[in-house]
């Protein structure tokens, strides 16, 4: 048996495919699976948990020397497929047995909680050890993202299959080599809200890139545009040196570039900045008062000053989590009405801060509580104003083998 969790898109959301660092957390919802060796190259995938949503729940194919044809977009056995065509490109083949694999997991659909990238990894992680291929979490992380980027043809980064194999919280280093930082803050208590609507990652994902690829190319053929700053630019979302770019430095050359792809760069330059600020709290660092006013302004300060020592630092942290729902909502045009209700409601009923998790018009929202009292007030308030199901969670472990 393997499990992986869900994870919860923390910090830095939509910045993962632009090559910025970006901080998942683990939770404590799980993607379970069990296998037995069929003793040939078949495999057979059944997923009982699908009936309930009316899908087709079993798949079988053979592994050979040739990779194994993905079936129609959407169905469920592509990602196992994906995982093997994956395992068999970086020259492994000839290693995999075929299994009779179960899937349960307690994580939903489409809830920008990592669903997909659960079942990804926790394929991958049972595949290397029965098949004994060396994998260690990282390698794991990266056969599971191939399987869904590359054989998949879905574009998303790597935050999900990075998130869900390292578990805990960590900052993840979205340029090559893909370096993962383990954070020592993991004194966290989230509330998850599952919305109820349904999104699809890959149809938000590419609309947002080619709005930014719109204003790149605009700002790279502007007249009069400083070489230091082209130097910094290019002509394609994940081309930039993003965090090397100020919103002073480049704000008075947007007034040439459309108000649409205009706000999709600011949003990026907005919260890399905000995210830096918030490492500093997950690293222990000693924040200066000018450094909280600067992220936060004023009315976060105050609201800072005022809380109990003990919570400043998860005041900060949530105070950081608002400032990158409203960018989301407001520069990315990724809320909904209900997705403002809750949020709202998750807020009074006592929440520091809350967000959107994952890419958006739908899915979750992942609120920072104080504890689980806290936690459970903030999904009952949740629930009452059409949230569908919410969890109170600590900060999870990664995948792991379990014994059956």
Known sequence: MASAPGRADFLNTHQDY???????????????????????RRFTIRAPDLEEYGEESTDSFEVGDQPVPLLERGFFGNYFRAVVNSILRRGHGGRLRGVD?????????????????????????????ICDLGFGRREIAEVSFE?????????????DQYGVSFGGVIKLECRPPYGVEELPFKDLTFAVIDSGIRHSTSEIHPRRQAEIDRGLKILMETEGLPENLKAKLGYRYDEPLWEEISENEIAPYLESVDEEARRRILFTVRMQRLTEFALKVLRREDLEMWEVVQNLGEE??????????????????????NRQHALLRDLYD?????????????LEAGAYGAKISGAGLGGSIVTLVRDCEVGRRVVEASLDVGARRGWVSDVGEGVRIESP
């Open 334 to 346: 990724l809320s909904l009405p209900r997705l403002e209700d809750i949020r709202e409601a998750a």
């Open 300 to 321: 976060g300060w105050n609201r800072v000053e005022k809380a109990a020592s003990r919570e400043r630092a998860h005041q900060i942290l949530g105070e950081v989590m």
């Open 147 to 159: 399987a869904e980027n590359r054989e998949m043809g879905i574009p998303c980064g790597r935050l």
């Open 101 to 129: 694999v179960t899937v349960r997991s307690q994580i939903p659909i489409g809830s920008g909680l990592a669903s997909s990238a659960a079942i990804e990894v926790a394929f991958t992680a049972l595949l290397n050890q």
């Open 18 to 40: 632009k090559g910025l660092p970006v901080v998942p957390v683990a939770i404590n919802l799980r993607a379970r699976m069990t296998a037995k060796p069929t003793g040939s």
